[in-house]
């Protein structure tokens, strides 16, 4: 089986319209006072309240002291949708990229219609850009 290889151009083809991608379905509410730069390592959709759960290859930084500290979420919003945000992440995990993630300090979410027990909560991503 033949690997699939990417081109220079179709690397920087794929980058723009990453960035196009968070410039229509960005997250644009809330302050976002902290931020985390790593490779993603786990992505989950799915969930009934349209959110998504990601983690990356460093330690979670969780400004808003929630309980949950493996993952981060992206919540669904009337401005934006976490499917969005679900492309990038896959896209930078299928390609071993680097993400800046900027992440809010004063929200923690538990996502609707999941495994997770009661009472956990999750720091809330508020974007993720692919950087490299």
Same mark, same amino acid.
């Given at each position: 089986?033949?690997?699939? !290889?990417?081109?220079?151009?179709?690397?920087?083809?794929?980058?723009?319209?990453?960035?196009?991608?968070?410039?229509?379905?960005?997250?644009?509410?809330?302050?976002?006072? #902290? $931020?985390? *730069?790593?490779?993603?390592?786990?992505?989950?959709?799915? &969930?009934?309240?349209? $959110?998504?759960?990601?983690?990356?290859?460093?330690?979670?930084?969780?400004?808003?002291?929630?309980?949950?500290? +493996?993952?981060?979420?992206?919540?669904?919003?009337?401005? #934006?949708?976490? +499917?969005?945000?679900?492309?990038?992440?896959?896209?930078?995990? $299928?390609?071993?990229? !680097?993400? &800046?993630?900027?992440? !809010?300090?004063? =929200?923690?979410?538990?996502? =609707?219609?999941?495994?997770?027990?009661?009472?956990?909560?999750?720091? *809330?991503? +508020? !974007?993720? *850009? *692919?950087?490299?």
């Amino acid at each position: 089986m033949e690997h699939f !290889r990417i081109t220079n151009s179709r690397k920087i083809h794929l980058k723009l319209m990453t960035i196009l991608l968070l410039c229509l379905g960005g997250v644009s509410h809330g302050a976002a006072p #902290s $931020s985390a *730069v790593g490779k993603i390592d786990y992505v989950a959709g799915g &969930y009934d309240d349209g $959110s998504i759960a990601f983690s990356l290859d460093i330690p979670t930084n969780n400004p808003a002291g929630c309980n949950g500290t +493996q993952l981060y979420f992206i919540k669904n919003s009337g401005t #934006s949708s976490a +499917q969005d945000a679900l492309a990038v992440a896959m896209f930078a995990k $299928s390609l071993g990229l !680097r993400v &800046y993630v900027a992440i !809010r300090g004063d =929200e923690c979410i538990h996502p =609707e219609g999941t495994d997770i027990p009661d009472g956990a909560t999750f720091p *809330v991503a +508020q !974007r993720i *850009v *692919v950087i490299d």
